[in-house]
């Protein structure tokens, strides 16, 4: 792995985004939104769960983005994998992809704040972007007799009427707030495994 | 490198641009979102088998058909019962529309992922003057899908040697464990395969700023028009009774 190190460091200095970099911005888009799906999809089976999807996708997911963000080291990392994620998930309802994208956007803002190379700046960044995982519920806040038509076709009445009876006016707050809980768990865990794995092996 | 995996369309009967397969991916999307109706799905699941056996994979084309007829048949089976149980009613009928209503997509994607080789599917997008910073992202997206699969698959196995196994009851009672053990090993040998990737388009001069030419011939045929209008259609007669059912249901 040490001998790879080389060939990994574009060089920090440099600030275009190179071929190289949008390489692994789309395949850790890849990695991401596998990942992100298939916990959602094992937990979406539970009414109860689903709503909770933003804390977990934030706890599983975190590392990464983290090991993304920090592989890159320019503007555009967070970006890229914040337009793939948009598309992909909150595709169903126009409003709620141009939030996601637009949490992407303000997650790059904090990282330029950070000028890349603040390790707190990286860390805050994912607590914003996670906020796009409450992108594919907007369907459920703003569009809800639609979303409710479609669960019962999709899953049955019982289902449909039990996300129904949990999707109060409060939904959206406490989901923001499960997105934030989720995304700063993910992050201490992310931290933690980055350096124990991936600052020894020299790869971020 | 598993060719078959990463996609040729070398015995396909007919060309399909890869602006084509990625319209009905998009098609796919809006289908399975905007309109919940079966017949919609059905119509469109059917369509993308027959694509399928256009380009050459008669066996996945008939795989799929034979597992969509299946979960149909079940379905069926499951909407005129009212005997059993509620709660095995609720799991099976999930997982039968998890299924159907995720099928066009994921028959899609297959579609993109096997029968399109990266160079023609950067040749397309390319002719269509979009930017590379753009397109790269979105051909390593769709190159890289099988790899996860490939690698988590890896990981599975040589971790069941030092006997991890990864299993529900393991993931409930040790959260960390699971996540150290499965994702970690999972994004190394990614990132192995990540700079080999970079490594192979630096050396194909992808880095400049001159405009690349291509051997791949691009150009949307009589075929690509027909599958495009017939993709409209659909997507324009599912969706306008989709919302006809939902004003039924209201």
């Avoid at chain 1, 298939?38 to 109860?48: K, Q």
């Avoid at chain 1, 997105?179 to 092996?201: Q, R, T, Y």
């Avoid at chain 2, 949307?220 to 059912?245: E, K, N, P, Q």
Wanted: charged share 15%; with cysteine.
């Amino acid at each position: 792995m040490a001998k790879k190190e080389n060939l990994n460091t574009t060089g920090k200095s440099d600030k275009k985004l190179r071929v190289k970099d949008l390489i692994f911005a789309g395949a850790f888009g890849a990695i991401y939104i596998v990942v992100m799906l298939v916990a959602v999809m094992a937990l979406g089976m539970v009414p109860i769960l689903y709503i909770l999807t933003p804390l977990f996708v934030g706890i599983v997911c975190a590392t990464i983005y983290e090991l993304c963000v920090l592989k890159v080291h320019k503007f555009g990392a967070a970006l890229i994998l914040g337009i793939l994620f948009a598309v992909t998930s909150s595709s169903a309802y126009l409003p709620g992809m141009f939030l996601a994208i637009l949490a992407a956007i303000l997650a790059e803002l904090v990282l330029l704040a950070g000028k890349y190379k603040s390790k707190m700046m990286f860390l805050i960044s994912y607590l914003v972007f996670n906020l796009n995982m409450v992108c594919p519920f907007t369907n459920l806040y703003f569009n809800r007799s639609k979303f409710i038509a479609m669960a019962t076709e999709y899953y049955g009445k019982e289902y449909a009427e039990s996300v129904a009876a949990l999707a109060t006016g409060w939904l959206p707050f406490l989901q923001i707030g499960l997105a934030l809980v989720g995304a700063l768990i993910g992050v201490i865990i992310a931290s933690a495994l980055i350096k124990k794995h991936f600052e020894k092996a020299g790869i971020v | 490198m598993d060719l078959i995996f990463y996609g040729e369309d070398d015995n396909s009967l007919v060309k399909i641009d890869p602006r084509t397969k990625f319209l009905i991916f998009i098609g796919s999307g809006i289908m399975c979102f905007a309109s919940y109706s079966d017949l919609g799905v059905i119509i469109y699941s059917v369509l993308l088998c027959i694509i399928f056996v256009l380009c050459g994979k008669k066996f996945t084309a008939l795989k799929s058909a034979l597992l969509l007829g299946v979960m149909l048949y079940l379905r069926m089976v499951l909407k005129n019962s009212q005997g059993a149980p509620s709660v095995i009613l609720l799991l099976v009928t999930a997982l039968s529309t998890v299924f159907m209503f995720g099928f066009p997509t994921v028959m899609s994607l297959l579609l993109i992922i096997k029968t399109t080789k990266i160079s023609q599917f950067l040749a397309a997008f390319q002719a269509m003057h979009l930017p590379v910073k753009l397109i790269i992202p979105i051909a390593v997206f769709f190159r890289f899908l099988p790899t996860v699969a490939e690698e988590w698959n890896g990981v599975r196995k040589a971790m069941a040697f030092r006997g991890i196994i990864i299993s529900p009851v393991q993931i409930i009672c040790h959260p960390w464990r699971t996540i150290e053990y499965m994702l970690i090993p999972m994004l190394f040998s990614s990132i192995s395969v990540m700079e080999e990737l970079a490594a192979a388009t630096m050396a194909r001069g992808m880095d400049t700023d001159i405009k690349r030419s291509s051997y791949e011939k691009v150009k949307f045929s009589v075929v690509d028009y027909i599958l495009v209008a017939i993709l409209i259609g659909i997507i324009v007669f599912t969706t306008i009774i989709g919302h006809a059912a939902k004003g039924g249901l209201m």
